[in-house]
């Protein structure tokens, strides 16, 4: 069984940039698709950034292309969510996410990863 655990999150400054990690374990990880959600109060569960297996291809939402970055590290089991430039609008829960989908760019949709952390949150004061 695969299991997420994310850290990193804190509150920090509009401006500040944040490094959230996500810990890969029970699975082999290299054959999993990965990805970072986020969930405000209020709003519904948002894609922010995934990263394939196969080729490392990254997609990120529009509104933070730019200012976020992902990557991987195969031998670490563990994916980073860099974001920088960070805006009160940053503020939610982030969860990290994964699948063993064949696929060649990353889903964005939170109904077509299998596996889920609890989050961690980040809280962006202006």
Aim: aromatic share 12%.
């Amino acid at each position: 069984q695969v299991q997420l655990v994310e850290s990193g999150g804190s509150l920090v400054q509009a401006g500040d940039s944040l490094k959230l990690s996500c810990a890969f374990s029970g699975r082999t990880f290299p054959k999993y698709n990965m990805g970072w959600f986020r969930q405000a109060p209020g709003k519904e569960r948002e894609f922010v950034a995934g990263i394939t297996a196969v080729g490392g291809t990254s997609h990120y939402a529009d509104s933070v292309q730019g200012r976020f970055t992902i990557s991987r590290d195969n031998a670490k089991n563990t994916v980073w969510l860099q974001m920088d430039s960070l805006k009160p609008d940053d503020t939610a829960l982030y969860y990290c996410a994964a699948n063993s989908y064949i696929t060649t760019a990353p889903i964005t949709t939170s109904n077509g990863y299998d596996y889920w952390g609890q989050g961690t949150h980040v809280a962006v004061a202006s």
